[in-house]
């Protein structure tokens, strides 16, 4: 049977082929209804058939792919403003002729500890994110060099080395940071998954990240979450129903999904899963 693989933040999960109907970009112009479920952001028209659209990421990980990049973005601007503080502050004291200045450098340990503690699912950003420490470590090096030339009233070479660090490795930084930045922007274009029932009509609408690939498995390659699910694993109802098994990858596992299970009503949730053409496998 044939599966399409979606990411959806740090998971991939895996839907049938006979599950979806269309994928199509999400554009953001969903009409939005007074609801009290977290993950419904709206209603889209699918062939003249009011669909109900649901962020599989709030579903999934608690929190929206949207709602994580804005966090990384905000964290990316805090922390590029406090080296650009830093270094107009560096500036200044370099420019004081008259007494012994200190490198003190708290503030840069804190933007170190950023970096290398940042996390991110995204595989470019983190290359990106991992390529500060090279000039951060080149700049920190540098400011040593200029404090103790201007603390010897060597203030030419002070202000050499000044220059070359707004020149070379705090540019660098800028740069990256600046990349960083892009790369959330850019990268997120989520699509909406249409998945059906009977093949014919819509159920519902899934928000996921991107489309990753095509698979084929048998039955015997998927493997039951029961064992998971036993030994303390607390998954909420809602995601247990619509979890049907895990499909091995190269480097992972991806999460089997049934769509048809997602919202069902409590009187059903107890039932058997219909064995037909369409949902052959459970």
């Known amino acids: 049977m044939e599966f399409i693989n979606f990411q959806v933040g740090c998971k991939t999960i895996s839907l049938k082929i006979l599950d979806i109907l269309l994928t199509e970009r999400f554009d ?14 709206g209603v889209k028209d699918y062939m003249e058939t009011p ?3 649901f962020d599989l990421g709030v579903i999934l990980n608690g929190s929206s792919t949207e709602q994580s990049n804005k966090k990384a973005l905000n964290e990316l601007r805090t922390w590029q403003a406090s080296l650009n503080d830093w ?13 012994v200045i200190t490198n003190d450098k708290t503030q840069l340990h804190n933007i170190a500890v950023f970096y290398k503690e940042f996390k991110t699912d995204n595989s470019d950003l983190k290359t990106i994110i991992e390529k500060l420490d090279e000039p951060f470590q080149a700049l920190v090096t540098a400011t040593d060099r200029a404090v103790s030339a201007h603390n010897e009233q060597d203030y030419k ?8 660090i707004k020149r070379n490795s705090f540019m660098q930084l800028q740069r990256l940071f600046d990349a960083a930045k892009e790369q959330i922007t850019l990268d997120y274009k989520p699509i909406i998954v249409f998945t059906t029932k009977d093949g014919l009509n819509p159920h519902i609408g899934l928000l996921v990240d991107k489309v990753e690939d095509n698979i084929d498995y048998k039955k015997e390659d998927i493997k039951p979450l029961d064992k998971l699910t036993e030994v303390g694993f607390n998954i909420d109802p809602q ?3 619509m979890m049907r098994g895990l499909i091995k990858l190269a480097e992972k596992h991806s999460v089997l999904i049934d769509p048809s299970a997602i919202f069902r009503p409590d009187h059903l949730a107890q039932q058997e ?10």
Not at 273 to 282: P, R, S, V
């Open 28 to 41: 953001n112009n969903l009409t939005t209804l007074p609801n009290n479920n977290k993950s419904f952001i």
């Open 273 to 282: 899963d219909e064995e037909t053409q369409a949902y052959g496998l459970f």
């Open 157 to 164: 070479q002070a202000n050499k080395y000044l220059a070359s």
């Open 239 to 241: 995601t247990k129903g």
């Open 51 to 53: 669909t109900p659209v």
């Open 87 to 99: 270094f107009s502050q560096f500036e200044k004291s370099i420019a004081q002729q008259s007494h």
